[in-house]
């Protein structure tokens, strides 16, 4: 009798045990949901390394080398504008009042809101032989042609990085700036007294105590760079990504154009890695508890406006003159409001999307609550591994996402057709369902950034209070996180639908036949040289890009 008893217990402990081995649901979901997001960047991998055709070699002895270098030139170029103007800017905001500071401490953030590409365009657009300012050169000085003087060459190499460096400089005044304001006025009134002057605060102790942000900020430009496609094309700088199109819709090369993703690939992750380890050995503290604040120097005469012009510049050439360029098109074209194609790329943009959004940030809940139930280490190390796809530029992801989904969407149709006699189609590639794809995978981080955070910010005690009152973990969710974060949630939201509307290499790659977004009609419409019929689409993306800012500007506050 008694050696009954001590076997129950002993199989019950067993069964306990395996019961806490398997795991549940959410944690099941979390996995699922961090290989959907992986899975692109583990197929550009197995493309690259697997191609039908290596044309790995003759890349290597033709192409590549210009296009690594006119990537890194690009990159480097645009990095170092960007710091130096973001960080002046920041500088000059943070500690100085001259005229119109307090505005332009917020309008240097409009510029996010115009993608490079509508910069590129608006640019060439004032600058070109037709445009307002060398007809107005000929008007003003007397000449009948172009060889009655010099003027630059538009699409080139240095175009490009100055529509690229007004587009992303503000990434580096908005991290520059939070940087100076969370240093001590003291630092500042102690370098002073020993005698610095403004320059010397600014070089040798300001700049040094934000150099971690400076290095965060260049880090995203020099990404976003090399991840550019409209700007550049339109410039015709031959960069990587130029090189994946080229590769793959003219060369007909699918693994060849893996091999140039990975390398983008590699690149991005270097960068990334740099940054990091920038941050971890650049280390400052606070050494009091209550800092007192910056205290305003105020600039009067010439030295005020000199900071309000350096200040005005970058604002000038990344909103005013791009969308006063695009505005003037756009109402001398009254007509081209009501196209067809407008209205219809119109519908796919708020379709393609509000379903990418909704189904980002669904499953960043998903994945950082399974996280946070599980007691595993594989979904914890799932979770910071999510975030690669932000990092990968989006034709990097075409790549990963279109041939994989295309052998899927075949058997699917092969089995399909084997058993009914049907034929459905390409159900996936043949629809917006690869788009939507790419923008999940793309923008999962900002969701799941945001997510993790609101999520960190409710009292651990609220849902467990409500799982011992015999809610499961599901109505834990539902009933105690979703309404406190809510406001978070629709932050991410929107967040990700501006930045899918905006997103042009992987629509492109990725859209149906005739299938235009807001994005790609202004791309297709303007490599046509018809700004006119593509300006009622930019300035839809740029009013887009401005409510984005407009909270951002908010949050920052």
């Keep these: ?28 979901g979390a996995l699922v949901v961090g290989v959907a997001v992986v899975g692109p960047i583990l197929a550009i991998v197995w493309l690259a390394f697997n191609p039908v055709e290596n044309v790995w070699p003759h890349l290597m002895s033709t192409v590549l080398p210009r296009y690594l270098m006119n990537t890194a030139i690009l990159a480097l170029s645009v990095a170092l504008l960007s710091a130096a103007v973001g960080t002046g800017a920041a500088w000059l905001i943070v500690m100085y009042r001259f005229p119109g500071s307090r505005w332009l401490e917020w309008l240097l ?12 365009y608006a640019l060439v657009d004032f600058l070109e032989y037709s445009g307002p300012l060398q007809t107005g050169l000929r008007g003003l000085m007397g000449w009948q042609s172009a060889r009655d003087y010099w003027f630059p060459d538009i699409r080139s190499r240095w175009a490009a990085v100055m529509v690229l460096t007004a587009a992303l400089s503000p990434y580096v005044y908005l991290l520059a700036r939070a940087a100076f304001r969370e240093q001590s006025g003291g630092v500042y009134e102690v370098a002073r007294a020993l005698g610095a002057g403004p320059f010397g605060r600014f070089w040798r102790v300001g700049l040094p105590l934000v150099r971690p942000a400076v290095a965060a900020g260049s880090a995203i430009v020099m990404m976003e760079t090399v991840s550019d496609f409209g700007a550049v094309d339109f410039f015709a700088v031959q960069t990587l990504t130029t090189g994946i199109f080229t590769t793959w819709l003219e060369m007909g090369n699918a693994g060849g154009a893996a091999q140039i993703a990975l390398v983008i690939l590699g690149l991005v992750l270097a960068l990334v890695a740099l940054e990091k380890v920038s941050r971890s050995k650049s280390r400052f503290y606070k050494l009091e508890r209550q800092q007192r604040p910056v205290t305003h120097i105020r600039l009067g005469g010439w030295q005020g406006w000199l900071a309000t012009f350096f200040c005005t510049v970058p ?44 189904l980002t940030v669904f499953f960043a809940l998903v994945l950082v609550y399974g996280v946070r139930l599980t007691a595993s280490r594989v979904p914890r190390h799932v979770l910071p591994v999510s975030t690669i796809g932000y990092a990968a530029p989006g034709a990097v992801l075409a790549v990963g996402i279109l041939i994989p989904l295309a052998t899927l969407d075949n058997w699917i149709a092969d089995g399909v057709l084997a058993l009914t006699g049907w034929d459905p189609g390409l159900i996936m590639t043949g629809t917006a369902v690869a788009v939507v794809y790419a923008y999940f995978v793309r923008f999962f981080a900002i969701a799941q950034n945001a997510a ?17 009152l015999g809610r499961t973990a599901g109505g834990a969710l539902r009933e105690i996180y979703v309404p406190l974060i809510r406001g978070s949630v629709g932050t991410a939201l929107l967040l990700v639908f501006v930045d899918c509307v905006k997103e042009l290499p992987a629509t492109l790659l990725l859209r149906p036949f005739n299938y235009n977004t807001l994005s790609t009609r202004v791309y297709e419409k303007a490599s046509l040289e018809q700004i006119g019929q593509a300006a009622p689409a930019a300035i839809l993306v740029i009013l887009v890009g401005l409510v984005a800012v407009g909270f951002l500007a908010r949050a920052n506050r």
């Design 315 to 358: 604002f000038a050439l990344g909103f005013i003159l791009p969308t006063s360029v695009i505005l003037w098109h756009a109402l001398s074209n009254a007509e081209e409001w009501l196209a067809p194609g407008l209205l219809e790329a119109l519908w796919h943009t708020v379709a393609v999307g509000g379903s990418a959004a909704i």
């Design 452 to 468: 993790d955070a609101a999520m960190g910010r409710v009292s651990p005690s609220l849902p467990m209070a409500a799982r011992s």
């Design 109 to 120: 953030l409009f510029p996010l809101a115009i993608p490079a590409y509508v910069g590129a």
């Design 1 to 28: 009798m008694v050696e009954g008893n001590t076997q129950v217990p002993a199989r019950r402990a067993h069964l306990s045990g395996r019961l806490r081995a398997w795991p549940g649901g959410w944690t099941l």
